[in-house]
Structures are given as structure tokens and as C-alpha cells.
């Protein structure tokens, strides 16, 4: 199927990092989420998919990500908005969850394979001179962009949106208004805010947030 071949070409590529062979330590981790069952390793990679043929990789870069190293949230969106736009994706979101020197940074992009959106989420966690990269890699399927449709509807309805603003509110760098960096169609809705996450569960870009909240309590045997 092609979204599939689509789904594994872009997990692959998101990863983005030269890999070192695993240690047994990495293969020692353990992942305990319901619905992803491992497949046999792929080089320097371990992957994960579920029955949606969504994909889940670990890899373990060859030098430390300086994205780590990073002192403050808008140097951690810059270094983040260069990795979506380097895969000609737009960024979502940027977020530290811990500081140096034991940094874990979250962040969440688009891309577009027409006719669907495809949604990378990354969890850079340092581990002193190394780092583990998981990265999720999940895409629309069947019906595309009724999250887009129902929003802005509700947006134009209450007010908040009008055919006057629609082209310069709509699609948008989430901290930088002046962004230009990517296509349009691949910057942040509005429709891609997390409060609409709950109302769509089985949206891709929710799921992907989902799954990045989870894994720091769904792996076991970290060193």
C-alpha cells in the first residue's frame, strides 16, 4: 500500500542521524505500549509498528545532538525548526522537557505527501556523551482533513477567523509569524493546537503527542 511504503520511507528518513551500532544496552531497552510489536532490527535501528502501520524507531546518533545542549526554549525552536525544514516539513511544536546537562527535548513537524499529511514526532534524551533519538511517524488515512474542515468552520463561526484573516492566521510558524522557511501547507494550523487533540484521539498528530508523552514511562532498562 502506498501510504504504508510512505509511512516507513518517511520514519526512516526523519531519523535523520548517522547511527552507531547498537549496544546491548539499547537492545536491552524494553518498550511496554500496547499495540506496537517490534520487528526484526534494520541496521543501527530498532522499530516498532502497529496495526495502523504506523512507525516508532530508536536510534543512538554517532555524536552527542546539540540540540541538547541548548540554554534557552528559543534556541531549542530554532535547532527544531531547522530538522522539520531540512525534510521539508514545518514545525509544529518545540518543547524542553528537562535541561542540560541531562536534556530530554520533544518537538513535532509535518510533511505533506498529497494527498495526506504525514506527522513526525522526535524525543531527543541525552545520555551524558551520547543520546537516544525515538522518533514516531504517523499518517492520515482514508478521509483526509475533517480536523482542518470542523475547525476552521467553528473558528468563522465564532468569530475568530474570517475569509479576510484566513490567509494570514491560518498557517503559521508557532513562535516566529515571519517564517518563510517552508511551503505554506506544511506550517502549523490552527487546527493542529492540542486542544483539539481530545476531541480527535484518532487523528495522527494527536496520536503522535500521545505516544511522546508515554514513552518516557513505557521504556524500561535506560542507562
Not at 465564532?158 to 492566521?169: I, K, V
Request: glycine letters at 8%; charged letters at 25%.
Amino acid at each position: 500500500m502506498r501510504w504504508l511504503r510512505s509511512i516507513t520511507a518517511a520514519a526512516l528518513a526523519s531519523v535523520g542521524v548517522a547511527g552507531t551500532p547498537l549496544q546491548e544496552q539499547d537492545r536491552s531497552l524494553r518498550l511496554s505500549m500496547p499495540g506496537w510489536t517490534e520487528e526484526k532490527a534494520s541496521g543501527d535501528l530498532r522499530v516498532w509498528r502497529d496495526k495502523d502501520g504506523d512507525v516508532l524507531v530508536l536510534a543512538v546518533p554517532q555524536s552527542h545532538d546539540p540540540m541538547l545542549d541548548c540554554r534557552s526554549e528559543a534556541e531549542i525552536r530554532r535547532a527544531a525548526r531547522l530538522i522539520a525544514e531540512e525534510r521539508g516539513g514545518g514545525l509544529i511544536e518545540a518543547t524542553a522537557i528537562a535541561p542540560p546537562p541531562r536534556s530530554v527535548v520533544s518537538l513535532v513537524y509535518k510533511r505533506l505527501e498529497l494527498p495526506a499529511y504525514i506527522y513526525t514526532g522526535m524525543l531527543v534524551i541525552s545520555r551524558g556523551s551520547s543520546s537516544l533519538v525515538w522518533t514516531i511517524v504517523a499518517g492520515e488515512q482514508g478521509t483526509t482533513g475533517v480536523r482542518e474542515a470542523i475547525i476552521t468552520a467553528e473558528l468563522m463561526k465564532a468569530g475568530e477567523l474570517t475569509p479576510e484573516t484566513y490567509g494570514r492566521l491560518w498557517a503559521r510558524d508557532p513562535y516566529d509569524p515571519t517564517y518563510r522557511g517552508v511551503n505554506r501547507s506544511v506550517l502549523r494550523f490552527l487546527s493542529d493546537d492540542r486542544r483539539y487533540d481530545e476531541r480527535f484521539p484518532q487523528h495522527p498528530l494527536s496520536k503522535v503527542r500521545r505516544i511522546l508523552a508515554g514513552l518516557p514511562g513505557a521504556v524500561t532498562g535506560v542507562q
